[in-house]
């Protein structure tokens, strides 16, 4: 199954559909980290002398929005900067509403995380929420180009061994879904971070409860969701 992009036209409806292996992104997909994500950023801004920053990049690489906000030559501390202040802060970070559940009905090698964070962020806001990192994690120090460039889904499929065209990529953040896409993959959009009408994806749900997994006697996984 491929992704035609853009919301699905009929909302409200169950839908059904099987696919080979799942890519979860993780903030505001997994766990919902956004209180501590914007305190270390707003406190990023005012050690590195931003009048009036505001974070407001859900979904985009730390790399890259350091390089938007600072010149050359101030990057390099930036970025070190940043990874610091996140790693430290995992203040209220928990599951989403069913995240863990759905997890739990998934083979170990049927899904794995892509994130933009950094490993050791990964780790840390993984392990405040009780969520065991998968085996083939990858991170944004594991590719050269991160979301919304499909360098990421397309690894994270590659290290499942699936066929991306019969992967699901889930996301909360249109740069996340805009690698999806490029990717090749279904795309389901999981509202919160952003309003439903406003993620361009194959499915829209409102929260992970509204899915469910079934693994399928030929190992595929069939799964369940219920559009807003």
């Known amino acids: 199954m491929t992704d035609h992009g853009g919301p699905s036209p009929e909302a409200g409806k169950v839908r059904q559909f099987t696919v080979e292996a799942l890519l979860f992104d993780l ?14 950023w707003r406190h990023w801004g005012e050690l590195m002398g931003l009048a009036g920053f505001s974070y407001g990049s859900h979904g985009v690489p730390a790399q890259a929005l350091v390089e938007r906000h600072l010149e050359a030559d101030r990057q390099a501390e930036g970025f070190e900067l940043i990874k610091a202040l996140e790693t430290a ?10 995240a ?3 997890l739990a ?17 990964a780790e840390a806001r993984m392990a405040a929420a009780g969520l065991a990192a998968p085996a083939h994690l990858v991170t944004a120090d594991q590719v050269t180009s991160g979301k919304p460039h499909p360098e990421p889904f397309l690894l994270g499929a590659a290290r499942l061994g699936a066929d991306i ?5 889930v996301e909360d953040a249109p740069a996340g879904l ?13 509202a919160g971070t952003s309003e439903a009408g406003g993620l361009d994806a194959r499915y829209v749900v409102g929260s992970l409860s509204e899915v469910s997994a079934e693994v399928l006697p030929d190992g595929r996984i069939g799964l369940t969701l219920q559009e807003p």
């Open 27 to 40: 903030d505001g997909t997994l766990i919902d980290s956004t209180g501590a994500t914007e305190r270390a």
């Open 178 to 190: 805009a690698s999806g896409r490029a990717a090749g993959a279904v795309t389901l959009a999981v």
């Open 105 to 121: 009905s998934l083979p170990a090698g049927a899904w794995t995380i892509v994130t933009s964070c950094t490993r050791g962020l």
């Open 100 to 102: 863990a559940e759905l």
């Open 165 to 169: 065209r019969r992967t699901l990529v």
């Open 89 to 98: 802060d995992t203040e209220g970070i928990v599951y989403k509403p069913g």
